[in-house]
T-cell receptor, first 109, second 117 residues
């Protein structure tokens, strides 16, 4: 069983919809990260969280340490948000990541 | 600030050849990580290095793979005697020292796509 689980695996939304991607983990972590990967492209780090909530533009990330759960929300979704969103956790004293399998998001105009 | 630079972007090697992948971390970053993304699979941790030291190589295959991060120059991921199963995207990331409070301190390169023919 993967230490980091994401849902859904695939998500299709209409432009303007509010989107939520969920991440659950089963191990102790030092931080949780949300990453974005465009097809054939590189990886962008969106958020690093150890508690609470962070906001950047239309993106909001929350984490509940007790429940070992995080969510990534996208408000007013746009076709350019289409990408794979990956949840990753870092553990212990190192900063190496352990990844979820990703959520492939497609936003239709 | 050029970000994390990886080269080459694409690399084609014949079976049995050596592949060398380079990663220059962001300015001020002293920690480098290598990850592999096999086709249709998620990202997997390979190795974590600081200057002249391998901190954690628990994700590296035991044979044919090695990594270094010398005092001067980029980090190198070296794959000897490549096989078709090594075909993947290899991503490098860098970060400032652990404990630095930064929302965006962790930065990925664009990756090297290795194809073994």
């Amino acid at each position: 069983k993967n230490e980091v689980e994401q849902s859904p695996q695939n998500l299709t939304a209409q432009e303007g919809e509010f989107i939520t991607i969920n991440c659950s983990y089963s191990v102790g972590i030092s931080a949780l990260h949300w990453l974005q990967q465009h097809p054939g492209g590189g990886i962008v780090s969106l958020f690093m969280l150890s508690s609470g909530k962070k906001k950047h533009g239309r993106l909001i990330a929350t984490i509940n340490i007790q429940e070992k759960h995080s969510s990534l929300h996208i408000t007013a979704s746009h076709p350019r948000d289409s990408a794979v969103y990956i949840c990753a956790v870092s553990r212990g004293t190192g900063n190496q990541f352990y990844f979820g399998t990703g959520t492939s998001l497609t936003v239709i105009p | 600030n050029a970000g994390v630079m990886q080269n080459p972007r694409h690399l084609v090697r014949r079976r049995g050849q050596e592949a060398r992948l380079r990663c220059s971390p962001m300015k001020g970053h002293s920690h480098v990580y290598w990850y592999r993304q096999l086709p249709e699979e998620g990202l997997k941790f390979m190795v974590y290095l600081q200057k002249e030291n391998i901190i954690d190589e628990s994700g590296m295959p035991k044979e044919r793979f090695s990594a270094e991060f010398p005092k001067e120059g980029p980090s190198i991921l070296r794959i000897q005697q490549v096989v078709r199963g090594d075909s993947a995207a290899y991503f490098c990331a860098s970060s400032p020292p652990v404990g630095t409070d930064s929302n965006y301190g962790y930065t990925f390169g664009s990756g090297t796509r290795l194809t073994v023919v």
